[in-house]
């Protein structure tokens, strides 16, 4: 299968959380995506592996993506290593992807800015066919994104681009929200306070969005950053 977009990410609701908007759109527009989540998120505070693989599923669901799969990296101790550039690149060279959608370049989780070089690195990688790796038993062909895009996470940075994600606001939010174990549940949450199960998170994630927004004149956006300039036909293309 050949996805237009596959979205890598280190823990599960990290594609929801800074891209969710830009991936519903994308599948609004007829593009296929796919989610790799890096881990398993077994080190949380809130909730477990299995029930955050359900979640995982139950958000997948919701933004329409054609595959949602995890690549068993072990949370909280990834590095930019060629053992874990190596668990990447089948999966890259399975779905061939034109773009990939990656995670903060800068973040306050240490995983995120690791996930952000480590990403990239097995992105570039995985076009050099002196490297060898099989799927199902089945040597792979090299193949490379086109570009590499890094979403906005819980860090402000100055994005390089912002997607319109106005029209799939709610869409995202639900699936955020599929994964009820990691975030405020009410007067009678019992759980745990973490950064993100505080009951101003979602208020924060919000007006990110907003302010993003506002800044290319629409009610919400999501901003990237990018590796290398983005080149464009005409002037006309710029919203």
């Known amino acids: 299968m050949k996805l237009d977009i596959l979205v890598i990410a280190a823990h599960p609701d990290d594609a929801e959380l800074g891209a969710g908007g830009s991936i519903a759109k994308s599948v609004k527009q007829g593009k296929k995506v796919g989610i790799l989540d890096l881990t398993k998120g077994e080190l949380g505070t809130r909730g477990t592996p ?6 995982a599923m139950a958000a997948a669901e919701i933004l329409g993506v054609e595959t949602r ?27 061939k992807p034109s773009i990939v959608l990656a995670n903060a370049v800068k973040d306050r989780h240490p ?16 076009g050099l066919r002196a490297i060898k790796s099989e799927w199902s038993g089945e040597t792979q ?13 819980d860090y402000y940075l100055k994005p390089d681009f912002i997607v319109d994600v106005s029209e799939t606001w709610e869409l995202k939010m639900k699936a955020v929200k599929a994964f009820s174990s990691q975030f405020y ?35 919400y956006g999501e901003g990237f950053t990018v590796e290398r300039p983005l080149g464009i036909n005409s002037f006309q293309d710029i919203i």
């Open 185 to 219: 549940q009410g007067k009678d949450d019992k759980g745990p306070v973490t950064p993100i199960s505080t009951k101003g998170f979602i208020h924060a994630l919000e007006s990110r969005a907003r302010e993003y927004g506002r800044l290319i004149q629409s009610e």
């Open 141 to 153: 062909e090299s193949w490379r994104p086109k570009a590499v895009y890094h979403f906005v996470q």
């Open 69 to 95: 799969q995890n690549a068993g990296l072990p949370d909280g101790f990834l590095e930019n290593s060629k053992e874990f550039q190596m668990k990447i690149i089948p999966f890259i060279r399975q779905y």
């Open 111 to 126: 995983d995120h800015a690791k996930a952000s070089k480590l990403i990239s690195d097995a992105c570039f990688l995985s």
């Open 50 to 55: 299995e029930t955050r693989e359900k979640e």
